[in-house]
T-cell receptor
Framework: GAVVSQHPSRVICKSGTSVKIECRSL??????MFWYRQFPKQSLMLMAT?????????EQGVEKDKFLINHASLTLSTLTVTSAHPEDSSFYIC?????????????FGEGSRLTVL | SQKIEQNSEALNIQEGKTATLTCNYT??????LQWYRQDPGRGPVFLLL?????KEKRKERLKVTFDTTLKQSLFHITASQPADSATYLC?????????FGSGTKLNVKP
């Protein structure tokens, strides 16, 4: 299957700083990428949908100025948590689906554990 | 409101038995439904997809059913093994987005 690489896998930062998480599709072109957030023992919560070359579409309740998403190429999307606070600590996961001919399968990255002190 | 419900209690079964997990949803009209496996601290891994016009799908020891009238999917693992222990998530594809249930943790005891 297709591979999605997410980096970093773990990051600890101080409150008020910004953190960037990268999501790369290694062996396919991802026209659409999704960013999820997951709290312990809870579901993946969709934060936003990003399409290559256009602005991300954010879900209701997700601050777009807080969570900056950039999808500059067909293989890379980034999520930047700006001015991070302890409540932003969570597990962030990206996923990608291929374009034409996709089976409907989502390919997930390994996730990034963010801890804000 | 829209809901995707999976049993939050862990399912404990003996090795060799069949595990059955349930996914119920309300106020969605999914074009298809998927099941994923998630291990602790890892991203989900795709297992099976079933479309709205399909009633059953099989893949090796896995079987998924989809009843759009009941708004329910059942996920079966036959001849379960300890290595099957994980959290299983169902996901609905609705209007170009994927929405996930909270998952059910499966424990298969040797």
């Amino acid at each position: 299957g297709a591979v999605v690489s997410q980096h970093p896998s773990r990051v600890i930062c101080k409150s008020g700083t910004s953190v960037k998480i990268e999501c790369r599709s290694l062996d396919f072109q991802a026209t659409t990428m999704f960013w999820y957030r997951q709290f312990p023992k809870q579901s993946l919560m969709l934060m936003a949908t990003s399409n290559e070359g256009s602005k991300a579409t954010y879900e209701q309740g997700v601050e777009k100025d807080k969570f900056l998403i950039n999808h500059a190429s067909l293989t890379l999307s980034t999520l930047t948590v700006t001015s991070a606070h302890p409540e932003d600590s969570s597990f962030y996961i990206c996923s990608a689906e291929t374009g034409t001919g996709n089976t409907g399968e989502l390919f997930f990255g390994e996730g990034s554990r963010l801890t804000v002190l | 409101s829209q809901k995707i419900e999976q049993n939050s209690e862990a399912l404990n079964i003996q090795e060799g038995k069949t595990a059955t997990l349930t996914c119920n949803y309300t106020n969605y009209s999914p074009a298809y439904l998927q099941w994923y496996r998630q291990d602790p601290g890892r991203g989900p891994v795709f297992l099976l997809l079933i479309r709205e016009n399909e009633k059953e799908k099989r893949k090796e020891r896995l079987k998924v059913t989809f009843d759009t009238t009941l708004k329910q999917s059942l996920f079966h693992i036959t001849a379960s093994q300890p290595a099957d222990s994980a959290t299983y998530l169902c996901a609905l594809y609705n209007f170009n987005k994927f929405y996930f249930g909270s998952g059910t943790k499966l424990n298969v005891k040797p």
